[in-house]
């Protein structure tokens, strides 16, 4: 099982420490760590199997509801992970230590994953990843209220290039018909669910491993999700066996692995530096969509997509 976060990245380093003839470094917020090689690979397994998720959810889209797509997903990964977690738990969260947990289980595993199931039944796989891309933003917003980060001027920049391009991409979907714009706001709604997820998240890091959070967290939006069980049931039967196989995947690779190697790198990575790695999962998704359903952004979902990735890129720049 993985270990529990090093908390040594939330305290500035000793300006004392190394050599006495180094000169003081003109530091920003957190000191230089070395590159993790578990941690890069934890995040490249996380963006491509969260970018095969948003092909999934389009692909077995037809013969699943958002709900019981959601349940049936998180029922698998429950069971896949926990054959994994429990012959190792030694200890349950306590008392308030469960706060955390209910927030992201409730907001993460349950309303993300509902929110995102319908948004794919009115928009593309490519459209929707672009969407989510706001997430980052979104952390970084929040790091700055809650962690005291500040915000940079390159962060309110940025911020703003983004949802502009995100109101270009509701544009070209107003265009078409109002399901697209609900879909947008569906993907906007999930893009928060998951930002305020990964910052309640951070904190039962440094107490339980990975895969232990990440366990906890399936088993509260499992529960979450049970009214939808009479609907999975129903729609398995009439499923045909590629969409089954597909709930399958998306409730092993996605969620099971992907979640648990997503929040190993948060344990070992700060969230807003995490968190920009996603700007990787878009790309990532239209090129699977295309090799795997034939479907491409339109025109308007890519120049907004762009301009969302750029504004993204600013708010990573540095004040002088």
């Known amino acids: 099982m993985v270990t529990t976060a090093d908390t040594s990245s939330l305290h500035p380093a000793d300006p004392h420490e190394g050599s006495a003839a180094a000169a003081p470094a003109p530091s920003t917020r957190q000191p230089k760590q070395p590159v993790n090689k578990l941690g890069v690979a934890a995040v490249v397994v996380t963006v ?41 738990l030694r200890m349950l969260p306590k008392g308030r230590e469960w706060w955390p947990i209910l927030a992201y289980g409730v907001m993460w595993f349950g309303g993300y994953n509902v929110a995102l199931n ?32 500040g915000f940079p001027r390159w962060l309110i920049i940025g911020s703003l290039v983004a949802f502009g391009g995100v109101a270009v991409i509701a544009l070209g979907s107003g265009q078409r018909s109002a399901a697209d714009i609900t879909g947008v706001l569906l993907c906007l709604l999930a893009a928060a669910l998951a930002a305020v997820s990964v910052i309640v998240q951070k904190p039962v890091l440094r107490k339980f491993p990975a895969g232990q959070a990440t366990w906890f ?104």
Not at 135 to 147: C, F, H
Request: aromatic fraction near 6%; glycine fraction near 12%; hydrophobic fraction near 55%.
């Open 118 to 149: 319908a948004a794919e039944h009115l928009l593309d796989a490519g459209t929707s990843a672009l969407l989510i891309n706001v997430n980052p933003i979104l952390i970084a917003v929040m790091a700055g209220l809650i962690l005291k980060e």
């Open 217 to 320: 967290g399936i088993m509260v939006g499992l529960v979450c999700c049970l009214p939808f069980g009479g609907q999975l049931v129903t729609e398995l039967q009439a499923a045909p066996l590629p969409a089954t196989l597909g709930l399958v995947y998306l409730g092993i690779f996605p969620t099971a692995i992907a979640f648990t190697t997503w929040a190993y790198a948060l344990s070992l990575i700060d969230a807003g530096k995490l968190a920009a790695t996603t700007y990787l999962v878009p790309g990532t998704t239209v090129l699977i969509s295309w090799l795997v359903l034939s479907e491409i952004p339109t025109v308007w979902g890519l120049v907004g997509g762009a301009i969302c990735l750029v504004g993204v890129g600013l708010t990573r720049r540095r004040s002088r």
């Open 48 to 88: 491509v199997l969260w970018a095969s998720a948003f092909v999934g959810i389009r692909a077995v889209g037809p013969s699943f509801s958002p709900g019981s797509l959601t349940l049936g997903r998180l029922a698998i990964a429950a069971v896949v992970l926990g054959a994994v977690v429990l012959p190792k």
